[in-house]
Each structure stands twice: as structure tokens, then as C-alpha cells.
């Protein structure tokens, strides 16, 4: 069973702080990942996708990935309560378009 | 900024009933997919069709779902008979050509609620 796994959280931080969320995928033949945030309710907004190993920027996210650790985070640097959500972690794995997603971490951003 | 539509945004029904969920992909888009999830739990894929076909589906997808793409705009999901469990949030998702990125843009969903 290939499985997509993430700390339900709650993690909690304070506005302006950095959050780092992590997830564990199960299958090394993965080729695709992404962050996607859920407000309660609605449906997945993508935030970032990355292929390759190492760190990728836009604004205040950046997605690190290890492949030989499977693993892929998530920092969101100068949080902010706006950013309260639960963010998905996706993975694409080879031979399939699918994404499996992780159960999500609950991330809250205290005023 | 193009993006997927889905109708209706609640549909309540019967058990036994059938059910047609609609979705309208992103424009230039050729992959198309469905996703369910039951409030608390993980997002779960059903089935993904590109070029009139289903390309693949999980094990949820059975006899009783089908897809179609009826005309150039639309992709609908109908439940035959629909059961207690199926009641959950639906999402429509799309893709852009093989080769690019692979990101799948999903639209608001619809929520299911099955009496």
C-alpha cells in the first residue's frame, strides 16, 4: 500500500514565525510532489509543486525535497493567521497521474 | 485566471437515488479526474479519463460510477444507486498537456449528502 504520511498537528505557531511542515511517502519510484492548502470546507489550492531534490522558493513557501530520505516539507516563513489551514501533501508516483495525498496537517497561526 | 467549475455546490438525495455531479475543466486541459473525500479524512482519488477514456480508477470506483465527457466542456460523475457512505465532498480536478507541469487544478467541489 503506497501511503502519504503527515503529523495531523495541530501545529501552532505565532504570526511571523516559521512554520515547517514535513510528510513521508512510502514509494522511492515518486516522481511528483505538491503542497496544497485546505480552509475547512473547501476544496485543495495548490501552493507549490517540486520534482527535483533540494529547496524551491516562491514568496514565503519553500518546498525542500530528499528523495533518499522520502521526504518533502514545507516552510512558510513570516507566518501569517490568514495561513491557518491544513495543508496536504501530495505525490504523484511513477506510471500513474494519480495523486495520493497525506491526511494533512492542521497548521494554526496565533495572532 | 482559468479555473474548474463544479455544480452543484450541495446535492442532497434519497438512497438508491441516482446522482450526476458536473464539472466544467479548465479550458485548454485534457486530463480530468475526480476525487472524493469523506469530511475528516484523507482526499481519495476515483478515476481519471483523458481522450473518452478512463485511463485508470481506484478500487472505490465500481459499477456504480461512471464518467463521461458528454460534450467539449463538460465531465460529469453519476452514482447509479447511491449508498449512505457515498456521502462525502466530490472534487473535479484537471491537467494540462503530458510534458509540462502536472499539477492538477481542482475546482470548489460538490458536497453529497446521501439520506
Known amino acids: 500500500q503506497k501511503e502519504v504520511e503527515q503529523n495531523s498537528g495541530p501545529l501552532s505557531v505565532p504570526e511571523g514565525a516559521i512554520a515547517s511542515l514535513n510528510c513521508t511517502y512510502s514509494d522511492r519510484g515518486s516522481q511528483s510532489f505538491f503542497w496544497y492548502r485546505q480552509y475547512s470546507g473547501k476544496s485543495p489550492e495548490l501552493i507549490m509543486f517540486i520534482y527535483s531534490n533540494g529547496d524551491k522558493e516562491d514568496g514565503r513557501f519553500t518546498a525542500q525535497l530528499n528523495k533518499a530520505s522520502q521526504y518533502v516539507s514545507l516552510l512558510i516563513r513570516d507566518s501569517q493567521p490568514s495561513d491557518s489551514a491544513t495543508y496536504l501533501c501530495a505525490v504523484r508516483m511513477d506510471s500513474s497521474y494519480k495523486l495520493i495525498f497525506g491526511s494533512g496537517t492542521r497548521l494554526l497561526v496565533r495572532p | 485566471e482559468p479555473e474548474v467549475t463544479q455544480t452543484p455546490s450541495h446535492q442532497v438525495t434519497q438512497m438508491g437515488q441516482e446522482v450526476i455531479l458536473r464539472c466544467v475543466p479548465i479550458?485548454?486541459?485534457?486530463?480530468f479526474y475526480w476525487y472524493r473525500q469523506i469530511l475528516g479524512q484523507k482526499v481519495e482519488f476515483l478515476v481519471s479519463?483523458?481522450?473518452?477514456?478512463?485511463?485508470?480508477k481506484s478500487e472505490i470506483f465500481d459499477d456504480q460510477f461512471s464518467v463521461e465527457r458528454p460534450d467539449g466542456s463538460n465531465f460529469t460523475l453519476k452514482i447509479r444507486s447511491t449508498k449512505l457512505e457515498d456521502s462525502a465532498m466530490y472534487f473535479c480536478?484537471?491537467?494540462?498537456?503530458?510534458?509540462?507541469?502536472?499539477?492538477?487544478?481542482f475546482g470548489p467541489g460538490t458536497r453529497l449528502t446521501v439520506l
Open positions: 479519463f483523458y481522450n473518452n477514456e478512463i485511463s485508470e
Open positions: 479550458s485548454n486541459h485534457l486530463y
Open positions: 480536478a484537471s491537467r494540462g498537456l503530458a510534458g509540462a507541469t502536472d499539477t492538477q487544478y
